[in-house]
Structures are given as structure tokens and as C-alpha cells.
């Protein structure tokens, strides 16, 4: 896999706002083009400091427990603890331009993000909202729902697992 180190990339740290009195670093810059590769994960601490290893912004694991509750605390990440305790950070949902699309379940009505296509639309959706901000308009709330019926309401009798 390929690491991110095109120009391309800092556009997409750009787009994060920073929390007051944070400076925008290559470890910071990282972090935000890891998650716009990978926005459907839910990452620990040490799979962070790896992939910032990897991507040639190595930190230690104080920064990167700093800079992810920093992220958190501003509302960019979405801090969780999973059935193994282990404490993870995903991307948290913005409305004005990553929303995530998600498809709704109309008979149980179970919610589940997509991660296919799912970085495909957000780009689209971002020409489409910069198209709209130099028309003049503003403050556009995005939401991408696909409605139908999940694969256990649709085949019952297949046995989908959940
Ligand atoms: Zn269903």
C-alpha cells in the first residue's frame, strides 16, 4: 500500500480545522490523510502511531494519545472503547462536508455506514458543495442515505449473518 506523500494529500489535511493552539504538523497532516483513506475505521492508539510510522511522521505514543483526544475533544474524531476495552478513534461524522453515506434499513431500520464508495462520494459531494459556495450560497447540510432492505430483512431465509 502505497504511502500518502502526493501534494494531493495536504489538500485533504486542509480541510480538517485544527483545535486552537494546535500547529498543523506532517504528524497532524498524517493523521488527517489516514483517516481520509481509511474513513470507515476505527483506529487504537498503536495502530495510529504505525501508520504514522509508516507514513514518515513517526511520534511517540504520549503525541499521538495527545494529538487523537485533542481531535477528539474538537469534535473531528469520535472517541469509543470496544468489547476488548481497547480505546478507538474514528472519524466522526461532519455534516457540512464528509458526510458518510449510510444506507437505512426500512423493516428493521438498522443503520449501517458505507465503506465502499464511500470516499468516491465524499469527493463528489465536495465539488458539488464548492460548486454551490462559489454560486454564493452557504451552509449546506449534506445527508447521503441509501433506504431499502438490509440483507436479513430482504432473505430471511438465507441466514445473513448480522
Ligand atoms: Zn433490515
Redesign the pocket.
Known amino acids: 500500500m502505497p504511502t500518502a506523500r502526493s501534494p494531493s494529500s495536504s489538500s485533504v489535511a486542509s480541510s480538517w480545522t485544527l483545535p486552537a493552539g494546535m500547529r498543523a504538523t506532517k504528524a497532524t497532516r498524517a493523521l488527517a490523510a489516514l483517516y481520509e483513506a481509511r474513513p470507515d475505521a476505527a483506529l487504537s492508539e498503536s495502530e495510529v502511531e504505525a501508520a504514522l510510522a509508516a507514513a514518515g511522521a513517526p511520534v511517540n505514543k504520549v503525541t499521538v494519545y495527545r494529538m487523537l483526544d485533542r481531535f477528539a475533544a474538537a469534535g473531528l474524531l469520535h472517541k469509543q472503547v470496544d468489547a476488548a476495552r481497547v480505546t478507538r478513534f474514528a472519524l466522526a461524522s461532519q455534516d457540512e462536508d464528509t458526510a458518510v453515506p449510510r444506507f437505512e ?6 443503520q449501517f455506514r458505507l465503506a465502499q464508495g464511500s470516499a468516491r462520494v465524499q469527493s463528489a459531494l465536495k465539488q458539488v458543495l464548492a460548486a454551490l459556495a462559489t454560486a454564493g450560497h452557504e451552509s449546506l447540510a449534506v445527508d447521503v442515505a441509501v433506504r431499502g ?2 440483507a ?3 432473505h430471511p431465509a438465507g441466514g445473513a449473518a448480522a
Open positions: 434499513c426500512g423493516d428493521c431500520h438498522r432492505r438490509c436479513g430483512c430482504a
